[in-house]
């Protein structure tokens, strides 16, 4: 494909600019796949341009299907995703008499293959294919949208294939592992390819400090003085090795040889060390600093860097504030290290300067792709402090943290002189003991005047810790104050936080990091795990999942397993496997494991959920852990001829003696719904009166907790009804409708969410709308059809047949009396 060597002229423009007609001789179409962007880039081409927007992936699997014919070389069914049909009649209309289309979407996988599917429904397969140019814009600026039109290329298709292979991959273990968690849990759960390993990973560490035994030890610190000075030296070893002291006796016994022994220094060791700055961000060292520093999720620093990266108006300007946030590479182009290093130079002066400008050009991580910059501003004199009228709260905060680093990155080393002091005595008792204390002095500031890394508890003492140290001598003997024992339990592993499970990731090469804020999300949206102090752990049902899949598919969700397939999908990026090879292999493994697990699915269900030492109190059989929407709950294994069953996880004892529900005069009780414990009507479904635990009816805190920043959600009541909003707000506006714990029939990915049309009347649908459409006005329950065992039931009122409940799978009708709503409550 011959590509023109003209650099495009671009004209700024301060208001949006008059759309183009559909098309036009001499024309050129740029498509993007963000009306954001669109917008930006506008702003800043003449009127020769027409730039339209995708809205994102226009293709994609089926969603009621596998849509992949494993029969034929893996071959993908792709459909028109719902809705973009309207987009893809407006991109054709605008490409038909267009000279050039230019295919401006995101540089990196994904954008690669919508580029692609945009280009195979514009007709690049069939005519006209030279039209079609590959155009990549690193920064949403002048400067970057000149550059990439001035250098267009091709579509990359090692880049198309290792996305389709991703996706393919994704959806032949969700479709063909997520029924293996419907019989022994419910329907409508899903298992994800890498979803599941970082499942794993949560479930594993807390099974690490579940089985975690701790260990007593003692440490001896000596209180030391000189002149007005006071320093604390440790003892650091006896007779040449660590010092082991496992219980008071043994500390007491080190206290009582040296507490007459004088603190004679015998050595020290005067050292200057230099701390660099870190290199510019990648998007996993971004989130994790962006969970530390600002309490973001990856899902919210995500959300904004995108907002940065199309474009913000700046004083009436639409302009990109930072380069591409998907990257691996820690790389900076010598023209930005350059105004960096003449921005260090004029606010700090040149001692801050180092001798030259350090491009970091070298892979930091696992499997990192070369072909960006790291994370960076756009314009170095474009101070954070300068945007503060034009950017909201969390925006203003996510670009002062990228600014700050990337400057940092070009500054000179911070310098501290340490200082490590030995006192070597020899005890009463014959044997050697030597305290040591070591004290820092921060000589030169360095970076650290504008920026130092942000961190979590446990992550160990740096330079800055350290206290100084009075003028000492070798020789020298110093006062002691006292001698002091304390004792001390090992610790188990600490939870995963946002921060070092996203570092883990990365670490074992799960995922990629432009993935890891979608994989984390997914795993608290579905009750998977929950926050606790901001920490990973994994919820009952989560750990039932795990326990499933990994039994069933030990293979499949494998750490290292995992690892090695996001490896295989670089090599089909680079050119070094063949895409359809790579998913033989893998499936040749993975359809042996379906047969096996489907033969020993029965014994795994009882291995995992029988307790062979609770009995049913009422016909003596064992009692099996069971599912429902609410949760857990034991249940008969005799059932339905016995349908005896009791709570696993007890809801808090509430005193509701003598109070009446206010509405009906009926008596209250305890239910558990979809966020935990709730006072509810006994009358129901006569009566629906609701209030939380505390007894602020609507206004009460819910028992969920904000996916972006930990905060408790609230229920508030809007336009459309009552959702769930997060108590931080304004600082953290998130918010999400109130669902009734059961998984759409359709997509089986969302859940059922209460809703209101704009004339008030309620009706319920898919909270992934308009991904998926599926709605209803009937009230959905979850009550379990007799005959196909569904989940999911439409309540249905007639006059010949009264109230009746009616099956969303296999339509059967049937009464509530007949459904096993066992262990559950009313929403």
Known sequence: MATKKKTTTTTRRKTSRKK???????SRLLVVESPAKARTIGRYLDDSFVVKASVGHIRDLPKRDLGVDVDNGFEPKYETIRGKGKVIKELKSAAKDASEILLATDPDREGEAIAYHVAEQLGFESRNGDRFKRVLFEEITPEGIANGLANPGQIDRRKVDAQQARRILDRLVGYKASPFLWKPIRPGLSAGRVQTVALRLIWEREEEIKAFEPVEY???????????????????HVDGGKPRLPNEDAAQAVIDAVHDVPFQITKIRR?????????????????????????????????IAQQLYEGVEVKGEAIGLITYMRTD????????????RGYVEQEFGSKYLPKSARLYSGKQQKGAQEAHEAIRPTSVWRTPDSLKGDLDSDQLKLYRLIWMRFVASQMSPAVYDTTTVDFDLEGNDGHDYLFRVTGSVLKFDGFTRLYSDAHEEGEGRTLGDLKALPDLSEGETVSVLGID??????????????????????KLGIGRPSTYASILSTLVERTYVELDNRRFLPTPLGETVVQVLIRVFPDTF????TSNMEAGLDRIEEGELEWHQVLEDFYSRFSERLEKGEAKLDDIIEDIFQLEDTVCDVCGRPMKVKWNRYGRFLGCSGYPECRNSKPIDRPPEVDLEGQECPQCGGELVVKSGRYGPFVACSNYPDCR????????????VADARCPECDSPMAVKTGRYGEFLACTAYPECKHTQPITLGLHCPTC????????????????YGCSRYPECDWSTWDTPTGATCPVCGSEIALKKSSKKKGDFLRCVSCSHEFSEEAAETTGGGSD
């Not at 183009?20 to 001499?26: L, M, Y």
């Not at 200057?272 to 620093?301: C, D, I």
């Not at 494998?558 to 397993?561: R, S």
């Open 558 to 561: 494998d750490i290292g397993f």
């Open 20 to 26: 183009a007609s559909a098309g036009g001789n001499g």
């Open 271 to 303: 050292k200057e060390r230099r701390k660099n700055p870190s290199a510019p961000f990648t998007t996993s060292t971004l989130q994790q600093q962006a969970a530390k520093g600002l309490r973001f999720s990856a899902k919210r620093t995500m959300r």
């Open 485 to 506: 024992k304390t004792q001390h339990f090992t610790k188990p592993p600490a939870r995963f936080s946002e921060a070092s499970l996203v570092k883990e990731l990365e």
């Open 689 to 700: 009166f609701t209030r939380a635990l505390d007894g602020d009816q609507n206004q009460a």
């Open 218 to 236: 003692w440490t001896i610190e000596a209180a030391l003085r000189k002149d007005d000075a006071r320093f604390t030296a440790q003892l650091h």
């Open 748 to 763: 089986g990915e969302g859940e059922i969410v209460k809703r209101r049309t704009r004339r008030g009347r309620t009706f």
């Open 329 to 340: 590479s820690t790389r900076i182009a010598g023209s930005a290290a350059n105004g960096a």
